[in-house]
């Protein structure tokens, strides 16, 4: 008789030790799914913030009231430095800009360290990629020493980059944020 107990006991066991491996199983794959879900949650969310921000970058460019504040200025020999985006930017305002290129360390012309233009915008052409979630921007500005053909390559978010280059003077390219005139905290030194 205690052979049989004890052998029933055993098969018990080993019954139990199964069937909690079999719902163990069944539960790790249900994890499993629900981590597709929120894999599958976490990529409408992204594609929805994606879509939210190039929908607000395209309605700035469309309505000519913007300022790209550079973080980096690259020359036209390749040096690429860090600057102050208060100081450096491009700013459009309908069918006027300002360029400003400005340093804290030393005065230059503009009282800012550099050099600041004005002039008037020609040849506005905005082209959109709604595939890519970009938009390619190329305009000219004419200021009271030179002519400045602008092209500005911007994603989805409103970084950009922006080329320039003068009749007169040499290739800059402005990499920063474009913002909204509201949002900016720009300070504007005395134009050429």
């Not at 719902?23 to 894999?39: M, N, P, V």
């Not at 092209?151 to 970084?159: F, L």
Request: charged share 20%; hydrophobic share 35%.
């Amino acid at each position: 008789m205690p052979k049989t107990k004890i052998m029933r006991w055993i098969c018990f066991l080993l019954m139990s030790l199964l069937l909690s491996g079999g719902l163990f199983a069944q539960d790790q794959k249900t994890g499993k799914e629900t981590k597709k879900e929120a894999s599958q949650r976490k990529k409408e969310e992204k594609n929805a913030k994606i879509a939210s921000q190039y929908k607000l970058t395209d309605s700035l460019l469309r309505g000519k009231k913007f300022v790209l504040e550079a973080h980096f200025l690259k020359y036209s020999n390749g040096n690429r430095v860090n600057v102050v985006s208060t100081l450096n930017f491009i700013s459009i305002d309908s069918l006027s800009a300002v360029i400003q290129v400005g340093s804290m360390q030393r005065v230059g012309y503009n009282g800012v360290g550099g050099v600041t233009v004005q002039g008037r915008i020609s040849n506005w052409k905005l082209e959109k990629n709604d595939k890519q979630k970009n938009f390619y921007l190329t305009l000219s500005i004419q200021g009271n020493v030179d002519i400045y053909d602008v092209s500005i390559s911007i994603d989805y978010a409103g970084y950009a980059t922006a080329t320039l280059n003068g009749i007169n003077t040499g290739r800059l390219t402005f990499e920063g944020n474009v913002v909204s005139k509201e949002e900016t905290v720009i300070f504007k030194g005395q134009s050429l």
